[in-house]
């Protein structure tokens, strides 16, 4: 099994984050592999000190990986849950099922049987576009006792995807491409840092750089038909089962509040928005970090008081 253990991409992550933002990362987290849909999916495990309150389980978005959602994990695992964070297909250290062309819709689907197999309660957690993905997979699960997103995007929404792509202009171009001639555009490989403003993760030069340069992140090569059928895969229901909180940074240039709130409205379910004072598109930044932490851990401690005992302690039996 590829892993992340002293590997430049996980070393110099956390020295940016501790130098540029005083997020010291003291955790190695466990790796292990799962067979899940034919694709060997890689996972990162961080434990907590005592028994569980349940698990986290966090989902990247298309310009990431687990590893990189290091920083929530480790708060999340000191208020006693197991967090786990995959390498979806196509992506970070995961090895695609033979034949896998890059269909998103299998994103939501390895998430939801990951999530099938793992004892309750457990809250999903998605960081970009991996917050709609999270909401798709909890509609699926019946295991899932909450979702939280920092994003809501539906790039199945024209406007949204141009507006999520590096240049509007190529937001275009790909959309006509896609209708006027698929199995031509699906034959397109790109790098991801041409495909998406990594820049814009962060308001961080250093970050940014990071983001644009890393071999497993925007140097990574991806197949445009991961982005064609992202763009096609609807949602078909909004309803959603349990709890949702979107936690949104307040400066994200990228994705704009505003974005996310046009899914959030949509979404039926018990549900509460916040917006972080601070933070890009990923908020490791003063004080929306804190404030993303502190709102993580209400939402927790409310599902964690909602479930029933007889379930709690029967799945950490």
């Known amino acids: 099994m590829k892993s992340f253990r002293n590997i430049r991409s996980w070393t110099e992550y956390r020295t940016i984050l501790a130098e540029e933002f005083g997020i010291t990362l003291t955790q190695e987290p466990a790796e292990s592999c799962r067979l899940v849909r034919g694709h060997r999916i890689r996972i990162d495990e961080w434990s907590p000190s005592g028994p569980a309150n349940g698990t986290v389980m966090l989902v990247h978005g298309g310009g990431g990986n687990g590893r990189i959602l290091a920083p929530l994990a480790e708060p999340i695992a000191e208020l006693g849950w197991r967090v786990i964070a995959p390498d979806l297909p196509g992506y970070g250290l ?5 034949g896998f062309k890059g269909e998103y819709g299998e994103w939501p689907a390895v998430l939801a049987e990951i999530a099938d197999a793992e004892p309750g309660p457990l809250v999903m957690m998605g960081l970009s576009m991996g917050g709609l993905t999270a909401f798709l997979a909890a509609q ?35 959309l006509f491409g896609m209708t006027a001639a698929p199995w031509l555009f699906d034959q397109i490989v790109m790098p991801l840092s041409l ?11 250093r970050l940014q750089a990071y983001f644009r340069k890393d071999p497993l992140i925007g140097a990574g090569w991806k197949p445009a038909r991961f ?6 895969h609807r949602v078909e229901s909004w309803a959603l089962h349990c709890p949702l909180l979107l936690v949104h940074p307040g400066k994200d240039t990228w994705t704009p509040t505003e974005l ?19 933070g890009s598109h990923l908020p490791a930044e003063t004080p929306a970090y804190r404030e993303l932490i502190a709102e993580v851990t209400n939402f927790l401690n409310e599902i964690r008081r909602s479930s029933s005992p007889l379930e ?4 950490q039996a």
Do not use: C, Y
């Not at 995961?94 to 033979?98: T, Y």
């Not at 295991?143 to 199945?156: E, F, P, Q, R």
């Open 94 to 98: 995961s090895e695609p099922a033979p």
């Open 140 to 174: 699926t699960s019946g295991k899932v006792s909450g979702v939280i997103a920092t994003t809501l995007l539906d790039l199945s929404d024209r406007d949204i995807f141009i507006r999520a792509g590096r240049w509007k202009w190529l937001g275009r171009l790909s």
């Open 195 to 205: 495909a998406t403003p990594l820049a814009a993760m962060s308001g961080n030069r």
């Open 227 to 232: 982005f064609r059928t992202v763009h096609n």
């Open 260 to 278: 996310s709130l046009s899914v959030f409205e949509k979404i039926n379910a018990t549900k509460r928005f916040v917006e972080l004072s601070n």
């Open 312 to 315: 709690v302690d029967q799945d």
